[in-house]
């Protein structure tokens, strides 16, 4: 199965573009005496449509990395592509994409290649001590964190 193919910002705002170009181009030449045909407009369907369908596959693609990446304490971005069956340089652009929006706590070893998920360490709002991970309750005044 080939790699799949992420699209990017770039690429939604070019086709939004050429999309609301043919679709007034189609409703001139359906309206008023413009030259051109009024088929334009059904290319602009296609292309609004396409549009979304990658906005979701990508969306798709992004909860797929987020949910494999945290099952990982370490991984390497050669061995998590070859998982996920997505290039490397798409990879990359997902986890920057994601560690921009805060969903995703991760550094980059860039002369080891291995990704390192980073722990949110939490503390008790009350007494301000430090709390492990999956607790409940503050281990220092008791206190519940729920």
């Given at each position: 199965?080939a790699?799949r193919r992420?699209?990017y910002?770039?690429?939604?705002?070019?086709?939004?573009?050429?999309?609301?170009?043919?679709?007034?181009w189609?409703?001139?030449?359906?309206f008023a005496?413009?030259?051109?045909t009024?088929?334009?407009v059904?290319?602009?369907?296609?292309?609004?449509v396409?549009?979304?369908?990658k906005?979701?596959?990508d969306?798709k693609i992004?909860?797929?990395?987020?949910?494999t990446?945290?099952?990982?304490?370490?991984?390497?971005?050669?061995s998590?592509?070859?998982?996920?069956?997505?290039?490397?340089k798409?990879?990359r652009r997902?986890?920057?994409?994601?560690?921009?929006?805060?969903?995703?706590k991760?550094e980059f070893?860039v002369?080891?290649?291995?990704?390192?998920?980073i722990?949110?360490q939490r503390?008790c709002p009350?007494c301000g001590?430090?709390?492990?991970?999956?607790?409940?309750f503050?281990p220092?005044?008791?206190?519940s964190?729920?």
């Amino acid at each position: 199965m080939a790699p799949r193919r992420l699209h990017y910002h770039g690429e939604y705002l070019s086709e939004f573009g050429a999309a609301v170009m043919f679709l007034v181009w189609g409703l001139l030449s359906w309206f008023a005496d413009f030259p051109g045909t009024s088929w334009f407009v059904v290319l602009a369907a296609f292309l609004f449509v396409d549009m979304v369908r990658k906005y979701y596959e990508d969306r798709k693609i992004k909860n797929l990395v987020l949910n494999t990446i945290t099952t990982y304490k370490t991984v390497s971005l050669e061995s998590l592509a070859r998982e996920l069956r997505i290039r490397i340089k798409d990879l990359r652009r997902v986890i920057l994409d994601l560690r921009a929006e805060g969903l995703l706590k991760a550094e980059f070893d860039v002369n080891t290649g291995i990704l390192r998920i980073i722990e949110e360490q939490r503390f008790c709002p009350y007494c301000g001590s430090y709390v492990p991970p999956g607790a409940s309750f503050c281990p220092k005044c008791g206190s519940s964190l729920e």
